[in-house]
C-alpha cells in the first residue's frame, strides 16, 4: 500500500514549504507575544541566516506597518524552487532551532507540539522528508533543561545508550 503522503507531495514546492513553514511559526509565536513581534522575529532570523544560506535571499516579507499577517505577505522567488530540498530542509531546521531559541520562555515547552498541529501533517511530512527533525529540536531543549538543574548526559562506550547523572 502507498502512503497517501508520498503521492501527494511531488507536487509541493519548495516555495510551499517554506511559506507553510514561516506561516505556521508566526502564528504559534503570535498566539505567545504579538503578531508584528512574531513577525519581526521571522524577518530578523532569515536576515541572519542569510549569511549562511545565501538561497534565502529569494525570500521576503513585507514591511510590518503594512503587512496582512497572511501567508501572502511572504514573497518567495521561483528561483527558490531550483535549490536542492536538503539544502532548504538544513536552513529549515536551523530557521526553527533559532526561532525556538529566540522567543526563549515564550515559546513554552509545547512549542514544537504546536507548531506541528498548525503546520499540519502534509507538510509535516514534507519536513521529515528533506531532512527536518523536530523531535531533535526538542531533545536539545529538554537536555539543556537538565543541565540546568544540575544533570548531564553520559554515555556509555561503545553502545548507543545514554545516562542521565547529576552533576557533583
Known amino acids: 500500500m502507498v502512503n497517501s503522503n508520498e503521492t501527494e507531495d511531488t507536487d509541493i514546492t519548495n516555495s510551499e514549504v517554506i511559506k507553510h513553514t514561516l506561516i505556521s511559526l508566526i502564528i504559534v509565536a503570535s498566539s505567545k507575544t ?24 529569494f525570500i521576503e516579507i513585507g514591511e510590518i506597518s503594512v503587512i496582512k499577517y497572511s501567508i501572502e505577505d511572504i514573497y518567495i522567488s521561483s528561483d527558490f524552487d531550483k535549490i536542492k530540498p536538503k539544502q532548504v530542509g538544513t536552513a529549515i531546521q536551523d530557521l526553527i532551532d533559532l526561532f525556538k531559541k529566540y522567543l526563549g520562555t515564550k515559546a ?24 527536518v527533525d523536530l523531535r531533535l529540536i526538542e531533545l536539545q531543549k529538554e537536555l539543556y533543561g537538565l543541565e540546568i538543574k544540575g544533570y548531564k548526559i553520559k554515555e556509555s562506550s561503545g553502545s548507543n545508550i545514554a545516562f542521565v547523572e547529576k552533576i557533583k
Open 34 to 57: 504579538s503578531n508584528d513581534y512574531a513577525w519581526i522575529v521571522i524577518k530578523k532570523l532569515l536576515r541572519e541566516l542569510k549569511t549562511h544560506y545565501s538561497f534565502l535571499n
Open 108 to 131: 513554552g515547552y509545547f512549542f514544537i507540539e504546536e507548531f506541528k498541529n498548525v503546520l499540519g501533517e502534509k507538510y509535516y511530512y514534507m519536513l521529515k522528508k528533506i531532512g
